[in-house]
């Protein structure tokens, strides 16, 4: 399902032929098209496409679930009219929505949107009816009436006033104002936002109060005003089927309402945090706008200067290009020089090319400020001694466990391997039987033997042919063949 939300979104990155191929579906209220229609439709809006491209892109878009093919073929009296009608389509729910929302961002992405501090008095209003009803008692329907009458503006209210001081964060890194654009941020702009963040805090004031009154409330207001669709698929105990719920149907939009105007210690609202950030951006903003019109506003913007210089690049010759880029910018050619490395912890010679040397390693003072200067206090050495003690006692506890199953492989070894060992035994008996083994060789004469002692056991195994040791342990039995085994005690 995930793979369908994400892919319906696919065509926006294609040929804007997809766009206008949805664009002809998104105004036809769910009616099916063929093909040839939809070409005939595309070549009246102006774009010229053959039907075999159209059936492509009608395919792709029915891949990806912005497109389905109608289920529906009436009354037909041939194969061939049954294919004809088969083979038409119509837009999805999902595929209408996702058409909507990127058409609306793409119309609106350079625009400046007004935040309507009225939706503030809306909100207040519903908030005064929320607190003169009586959620214990109030009829279901009025209830839900007025929690509608809180959280309509109040979502409105929060997509303006995020979009209008996101938009206000993203101008004030603007240079390249030409000179319309400086008179609009320097005489309206920052007049403006003054004035809305002052109105602002005069309606949030009493929004506060009224929210601390409704608060205690919202649980008899939750629990009594299920109203709706998605109230009445729960109350059938239809679980497959998902609805989305209006705002203000559980606690936690509450919470969210309450945090825009209702702050705490050490936790401001979000309209105070949103001020805050909007008056550095505003002082931002004026500062960029004060070193811009130091020399009039005609020659405030370097728009012109890089356009200019953008015409060098594209009309210049790829040698002129360089020259070019080395004097606007100092982007010399990358030479290496031959020489002497700096000092002796240089990796490579100086005189290898920096295609083939590893990548240099720059200290962080001299990559963000252009000088190795140590700045700040220095680092208190961390105490690591709580980490160094549980270390050493679990190298101690490891120890203890390794000579406990060595005693055991001792004691059972000396009877002759007639008990039971442990796997921690088991471990240690492999560990010396293993270089044992390596230390007898490929020797097969009858007699040959290999010894190791290590950490007080010794080890030997001996060449004779015929013979069997079985060691019992509890994860089984270690037979060794063709050898006899002993194990002590090493001097």
Not at 166 to 181: G, K, T, V
Not at 344 to 371: F, K
Not at 397 to 425: D, I, M, N, V, Y
Request: overall charge negative; charged content about 25%.
């Amino acid at each position: 399902m995930n793979g369908v939300r994400t892919s319906v979104f696919a065509y926006v990155t294609e040929s804007p032929e997809y766009r206008a191929i949805l664009a002809v579906f998104a105004g036809t209220f769910f009616a099916e098209l063929t093909p040839a229609e939809v070409t005939a439709r595309l070549a009246e809006a102006g774009t010229e496409l053959d039907e075999a491209t159209v059936t492509a892109r009608l395919e792709a878009l029915r891949g990806w679930g912005n497109l389905e093919v109608s289920a529906s073929v009436g009354q037909v009296g041939t194969v061939e009219d049954y294919y004809r009608r088969r083979n038409r389509y119509l837009i999805t729910r999902v595929g209408q929505e996702v058409h909507d929302l990127v058409e609306g961002v793409l119309a609106q992405v350079d625009d400046v949107r007004d935040v309507s501090l009225g939706r503030l008095d809306q909100l207040r209003a519903g908030l005064d009816l929320l607190v003169g009803l009586d959620p214990a008692t109030a009829p279901p329907n009025k209830l839900a009436e007025a929690v509608r009458a809180v959280f309509d503006p109040h979502v409105a209210f929060s997509a303006e006033i995020t979009q209008f001081f996101a938009a206000i964060n993203q101008w004030q890194s603007r240079f390249d104002l030409d000179e319309d654009e400086f008179a609009f941020f320097s005489e309206v702009l920052v007049g403006y936002v003054g004035e809305r963040l002052e109105a602002l805090r005069r309606r949030a004031r009493p929004l506060a109060s009224l929210l601390e009154t409704v608060l205690p409330r919202v649980p008899v207001i939750v629990e009594r005003a299920a109203d709706g669709l998605a109230a009445r698929v729960a109350a059938a105990g239809l679980s497959s089927v998902r609805v989305r719920r209006e705002p203000g149907a559980s606690a936690a939009d509450w919470e969210n309402l309450a945090s825009w105007f209702v702050g705490g210690v050490g936790r401001p609202s979000r309209i105070q945090v949103l001020e805050r950030d909007a008056v550095d951006a505003v002082r931002t903003l004026t500062q960029n706008l004060t070193r811009l019109s130091r020399t009039g506003t005609a020659g405030a913007s370097r728009r012109a200067d890089y356009l200019r210089l953008a015409l060098f690049f594209d009309r210049g010759d790829p040698s002129s290009v360089h020259e070019l880029a080395a004097a606007a910018f100092g982007l010399a050619g990358a030479r290496h020089l031959g020489g002497a490395g700096g000092d002796d912890t240089d990796p490579v010679d100086a005189s290898m090319s920096w295609w083939d040397a590893p990548t240099a390693q720059v200290p962080i003072s001299l990559r963000e400020r252009g000088d190795a200067t140590s700045r700040g206090r220095t680092s208190r050495v961390q105490d690591r001694s709580q980490e160094r003690r549980h270390l050493l006692a679990r190298r101690a506890e490891a120890e203890k466990r390794a000579a406990a199953a060595r005693a055991e492989l001792l004691e059972t070894g000396a009877e002759g391997f007639t008990a039971r060992l442990s796997e921690p035994a088991l471990r240690e008996l492999q560990r010396v039987l293993t270089r044992a083994v390596a230390d007898l060789g490929p020797a097969v004469s009858p007699g040959a033997s290999g010894t190791v002692a290590l950490d007080g056991v010794r080890c030997t195994v001996v060449r004779a042919p015929g013979a069997s040791t079985t060691v019992p342990t509890h994860a089984g039995a270690l037979r060794v063949r063709d050898l006899t085994l002993t194990v002590e005690p090493a001097p």
